[in-house]
């Protein structure tokens, strides 16, 4: 499979503290996405970041790709509550077709 | 405002019945693609249609069929709904083969 790999699997954080989540990959990609699935809910897009992109903000959030590394990560800023929810990185390599992570589950504690 | 749905949201089935998913999207969204997300598992991909008369199988299309007919809609049939098929069901459309996907809110198909 390859199917991609995030870390950590769970996250459980205070609210204003920052969550940082890191999904690894095994082939050449064309992008990668971050979505975020809500209880009972389909996945939403958060942020897409090119191959020759290094980094992209977008309002809180921050993604940073190392295509040396196959790694991407996401960094949410001063979280909320409504941010407790599954993310998901998403990337399309060479086929073209998208390949989902495993999800970490971040809870954002009030 | 564009949408794309899915109905029904939960369905109890026995085993050998043939079921049909319900997707319908108002994007004009040329690609709708059909996942299953089990737990431990993530998303998987089941078929996906690219347009109009357009199917393609994905990683788990054993057991299940599409068709599309029409830009708004791509039902999912189960051809003899299997117990290994309980999951949650998502459709997706995109508009282009790189640009991100819009899903519903799922199906919950339990099979007894």
């Known amino acids: 499979s390859q199917q991609g790999e995030e870390d950590p699997q769970a996250l459980s954080i205070q609210e204003g503290e920052n969550a940082t989540m890191n999904c690894s990959y095994k082939t050449s990609i064309n992008n990668l996405q971050w979505y975020r699935q809500n209880s009972g809910r389909g996945l939403v897009h958060l942020i897409l970041i090119r191959s020759n992109e290094r980094e992209k903000h977008s309002g809180r959030l921050r993604v940073t790709l190392d295509t040396s590394k196959k790694s991407s990560s996401l960094l949410i800023t001063a979280s909320r509550a409504a941010d407790t929810a599954s993310y998901f990185c998403v990337y399309s390599g060479s086929a073209r077709q998208l390949t989902f992570g495993s999800g970490t589950q971040l809870t954002v504690l009030p | 405002d564009a949408e794309i749905t899915q109905s029904p949201r939960h369905k109890i089935t026995e085993t050998g019945r043939q079921v049909t998913l319900a997707c319908h999207q108002t994007?004009?969204?040329?690609?709708m693609f059909w996942y299953r997300q089990d737990l431990g598992h993530g998303l998987r991909l089941i078929h996906y249609?690219?347009?109009?008369?357009?199917?393609n199988k994905g990683e788990v299309s054993d057991g299940y069929s599409v068709s599309r007919s029409n830009t708004e809609d791509l039902p999912l049939t189960l051809e003899s709904a299997a117990s290994s098929q309980t999951s949650v069901y998502f459709c997706?459309?995109?508009?282009?083969?790189?640009?991100?996907?819009?899903f519903g809110n799922g199906t919950r198909l339990t099979v007894t």
């Open positions: 249609s690219y347009g109009v008369q357009d199917t």
């Open positions: 997706a459309s995109s508009p282009t083969r790189n640009s991100p996907l819009h």
């Open positions: 994007w004009n969204h040329n690609n």
